[in-house]
């Protein structure tokens, strides 16, 4: 009788600790946020891997028009305390004019639930002498916990 009692609390605990999995795995997606202008040609995307431990930044670029202005992308991830969130940490990518194809920021850590969370920017960017820098005035999109 209390073999059966055990392999039922066996049972029920397997159950009680694949099926809270389940969902949170579900909702992850690589893609959590895109946005692309000029029928495609420009974008930018929020990322994160199938288990939701890592988010990072993606600019695309698929204009070969050599004197299109540069971009860069910016992931940000704030942590929260009891006071708020605050900024942890901020990674930027940036392709020069003329530049194609994609480039990735560093990826960051994500949390379950609303521990921290993220946001993608997006900027312009020019050659300041040595590099190609953002110039600045980022657009950013809502936060993805």
């Given amino acids: 009788m209390s073999i059966a ?3 039922i609390g ?3 605990g397997l159950t009680a600790v694949v099926l809270p999995a389940g969902p949170a795995a579900a909702s992850c997606s690589t893609v ?3 946005h692309y202008e000029d029928s495609g040609e420009k974008g930018w995307k929020l990322i994160g891997d199938g288990s939701c431990s890592e988010r990072w930044g993606q600019l ?3 204009s070969t028009y050599a004197t299109a202005p540069g971009y860069s992308v910016k992931i ?3 942590i929260k305390s009891p006071y708020g969130y605050y900024l ?3 990674y930027t ?3 020069g004019s003329g530049a194609t194809g994609s480039k990735n920021t560093t990826h960051t850590t994500n949390s379950s639930g609303d521990a921290d969370r993220h946001r993608l920017c997006w900027d312009y960017a020019h ?3 040595s590099a190609w820098v953002p110039d600045g005035s980022w657009t950013c999109s809502g936060w993805y916990y």
Wanted: hydrophobic fraction near 50%; proline fraction near 0%; avoid cysteine.
């Fill in 5 to 7: 009692f055990a392999a």
């Fill in 10 to 12: 066996a049972v029920v």
């Fill in 32 to 34: 959590q946020y895109a």
């Fill in 60 to 62: 695309v670029v698929d």
């Fill in 76 to 78: 940000e991830r704030h």
């Fill in 88 to 90: 942890e940490s901020a």
């Fill in 93 to 95: 990518a940036t392709m």
């Fill in 127 to 129: 050659y300041n002498g």
